[in-house]
């Protein structure tokens, strides 16, 4: 966990428990990303479909992606620190993808939790900043404040105000399945170990899909 995770903890541990979305053991927060992570990877769930606006206004949605794996962070385009650094991480992972021929089966999405201040044109110059977007990395916004909240609550997403315009929030690569579901959640810098994993869910993918025409065709 990088620097973004530690202000995350001294911000919720300075404003107190109530501010956690989740329960907490021992009102550790450290204990509170762990048991999030467990939870997911001993049940995965399926995320909200929301509507979203990619970086050239058009729609997307994360059921339009059933049939890859999603490797997804959450940011806000004027985040200075840890957004950025990640950006940097899925610019490594694409080209990773694309050298790998498999743009057909993983696709990375970055989605802002700041719809306010987040449009497609914010998106676009995020986007352009780490080579901009393509049909593997996508950029996106939920238009409105009450479908980003949903969002943010079935992935169990900590979002603060920072109290100088920005905000505080953990970060981390949301893993999700060629179905739909949130498997796994994963350290913000761990996209080889992400990248291995998402290979891996496609391969089980394709390996269980039906053989066209039937056995003995």
């Avoid at 769930?45 to 490797?71: F, M, S, Y």
């Avoid at 993808?97 to 044109?121: C, Q, T």
């Avoid at 990248?195 to 053989?211: F, G, M, N, S």
Wanted: charged content about 20%; aromatic content about 6%.
């Amino acid at each position: 966990m990088r620097s973004g995770g530690l202000a995350l903890v001294a911000a919720v541990v300075a404003a107190g428990a109530g501010l956690l979305w989740w329960g907490t053991e021992g009102l550790s927060v450290f204990t509170a990303e762990t048991a999030r992570r467990e939870a997911v990877a001993l049940a995965p769930r399926v995320l909200p479909d929301i509507t979203l606006q990619d970086e050239a206004g058009a729609t997307i949605t994360l059921d339009a992606l059933r049939g890859k794996v999603v490797l997804a962070d959450f940011i806000y385009t004027r985040c200075p620190t840890i957004c950025t650094v990640q950006g940097s991480d899925f610019e490594q992972a694409r080209a990773a993808i694309r050298a790998a021929g498999l743009g057909d089966d993983i696709a990375l999405v970055s989605i802002s939790f700041d719809p306010e201040h987040d449009g497609p044109e914010e998106l676009a110059f995020y986007a352009s900043r780490f080579g901009g977007a393509d049909d593997i990395w996508h950029f996106a916004r939920a238009p409105s404040r009450a479908d980003t909240g949903a969002l943010l609550r079935a992935a169990e997403v900590i979002v603060l105000p920072d109290g100088i315009g920005g905000f505080i929030h953990n970060s981390a690569i949301h893993v999700i399945d060629p179905q739909g579901r949130l498997v796994r959640i994963l350290d913000d810098d761990a996209w080889r170990e992400a990248l291995v994993l998402a290979q891996a869910l496609a391969d089980d993918t394709a390996a269980a899909a039906p053989v066209a025409g039937g056995a003995g065709t």
